[in-house]
């Protein structure tokens, strides 16, 4: 499998180690988070999953949205998420994105990646998500065939 890695390639019984400058861009993501912006379901089910965590400066990496939270908190919570470096990817409620929209459609880096996934009470939307408009416009039609 890593037969075209044949300078620092170590082997041990059958496993292959794969060199140290590939292992470094595997790891370039070691110890970034996740962070969540959704509904209490949302938030729970990941919450579960193992994502919960406080930096060193006590902020968390999640926001539970309910019928009382304000789009101005919404949207400072955001932005201060893409400020984090720990932070590598936002999952946001589609619903919730829409209320934020602006703000999500002017992040235009790679990191943290903003990912608008389904709630509960709201299926998923492709036409909304603003990262699958982005990607069929970097590709033609004539690219597909």
Same mark, same amino acid.
């Given at each position: 499998?890593?037969?075209?890695?044949?300078?620092?390639?170590?082997?041990?019984?059958h496993?292959k180690?794969?060199?140290?400058?590939?292992?470094?861009?595997?790891?370039?993501?070691?110890?970034? #988070?996740?962070?969540?912006?959704?509904?209490?379901?949302?938030?729970?089910g990941?919450?579960?999953?193992?994502?919960?965590? #406080?930096?060193?400066?006590?902020?968390?990496?999640f926001?539970?949205v309910?019928?009382?939270?304000?789009?101005?908190?919404?949207?400072?919570?955001?932005?201060?998420?893409?400020?984090?470096?720990?932070?590598?990817?936002? #999952?946001?409620?589609?619903?919730?994105?829409?209320?934020?929209?602006?703000?999500?459609?002017?992040?235009?880096?790679?990191i943290?990646?903003?990912?608008?996934?389904?709630?509960?009470?709201?299926?998923?939307?492709?036409?909304?998500?603003?990262?699958?408009?982005?990607?069929?416009?970097m590709f033609s039609?004539?690219?597909?065939?």
């Amino acid at each position: 499998m890593f037969e075209d890695f044949n300078d620092s390639r170590v082997t041990y019984g059958h496993l292959k180690i794969l060199p140290p400058e590939i292992q470094r861009m595997s790891s370039a993501a070691k110890g970034k #988070l996740m962070a969540v912006i959704g509904d209490e379901d949302t938030c729970v089910g990941f919450l579960l999953g193992g994502i919960g965590e #406080l930096n060193k400066n006590r902020q968390q990496n999640f926001l539970v949205v309910n019928k009382n939270t304000s789009i101005s908190e919404i949207e400072e919570f955001f932005r201060a998420l893409l400020l984090r470096v720990d932070i590598a990817i936002i #999952l946001i409620n589609q619903n919730i994105a829409e209320l934020i929209r602006h703000a999500i459609d002017s992040h235009t880096l790679p990191i943290p990646a903003v990912l608008e996934i389904p709630s509960k009470d709201h299926p998923y939307d492709p036409s909304k998500d603003s990262i699958l408009r982005r990607a069929k416009g970097m590709f033609s039609a004539e690219e597909f065939r």
